[in-house]
């Protein structure tokens, strides 16, 4: 079993910088790919950024160099470091783990309750 809980979302400028985090319980933290996904109102959930358990990380083409994913395995937490936001990055954020999660929400068993991001422009 593990549990995630999303930090770190609000009310931001377009142009503005948030990070946000994702603690998760378990001891096996390390083992688990994570995933970044968001969800706008009457908008289908997508795939935002991941990391694999080993460090690889991938990200959808609309964030590619402006939003950064990280994992700190010490502290069982993820971060999405995102930067140079826009109106349209306004959404609900959630965190996913799975062992063998990659881009699809399906392949994730575990996810957070998500974090509100507020871009104004």
């Known amino acids: 079993q593990v549990q995630l809980v999303e930090s770190g979302g609000g009310l931001v400028q377009a142009g503005g910088s948030l990070r946000l985090s994702c603690a998760a319980s378990g001891r096996t933290f390390s083992s688990y790919g994570m995933g970044w996904f968001r969800q706008a109102p009457e908008k289908e959930r997508e795939f935002v950024a991941g990391?694999?358990?080993?460090?690889?990380?991938y990200c959808a083409d609309f964030v590619k160099g402006r939003f950064t994913v990280s994992r700190d395995n010490a502290k069982n937490t993820v971060y999405l470091q995102m930067d140079s936001l826009k109106p349209e990055d306004t959404a609900v954020y959630y965190c996913?783990?799975?062992?063998?999660?990659?881009?699809?929400?399906?392949?994730?068993?575990?996810w957070g309750q998500g974090t509100q991001v507020t871009v104004s422009s």
């Open positions: 996913a783990a799975d062992r063998y999660g990659r881009y699809f929400a399906k392949e994730y068993h575990y």
């Open positions: 990391i694999s358990w080993s460090g690889s990380t």
